[in-house]
């Protein structure tokens, strides 16, 4: 696996992740509608590739293709991060989301995470702040607001 920058020509193979990894991974936690009103496969590619463009995105490749994506605001909002369905579990997303946190100053990382990612980033040390309602074409789906602090770097003193 490698890490690179997203390309904006990475987009139509990145939105078919996400459409995939959302029906696959997160079906255990969420309902079929819920998983619909998330991911209905109609991504609107330009707006994506306008927001990555603007953000940290990277790229985990595999074998050729992408395995995973991630992105993250110079202000720390880590906006999205998916591993493909057939390489969950292989280091990909701790990877990605180790590469995101080093590329930002900010003082604290904050995502929402879904019911099934929560696990995830609670074992990287993000803690609740509040479970939350999110209204997506029509239908509810609970989410979790996160954050975690940037450890203090050690200095030496002399």
Request: proline share 1%; net charge negative.
């Amino acid at each position: 696996m490698r890490l690179r920058a997203y390309a904006s020509s990475d987009i139509r193979e990145i939105a078919a992740l996400f459409y995939e990894t959302v029906h696959a991974v997160n079906a255990a936690d969420y309902t079929a509608e819920q998983l619909d009103a998330w991911a209905d496969g109609r991504t609107d590619l330009a707006e994506w590739d306008r927001s990555f463009l603007d953000h940290v995105t990277l790229v985990a490749e595999t074998d050729g293709g992408i395995a995973g994506f991630g992105d993250i605001t110079s202000r720390g909002y880590l906006d999205r991060l998916y591993v493909h369905k057939d390489f969950q579990r292989q280091g990909i997303a701790s990877a990605l989301c180790d590469a995101l946190e080093r590329a930002v100053g900010a003082d604290r990382m904050v995502t929402h995470a879904s019911i099934t990612a929560r696990p995830f980033f609670e074992s990287r040390g993000y803690r609740v702040v509040r479970e939350q309602q999110v209204l997506r074409r029509g239908v509810l789906l609970t989410n979790y607001q996160m954050e975690k602090q940037r450890e203090p770097s050690t200095q030496n003193a002399c």
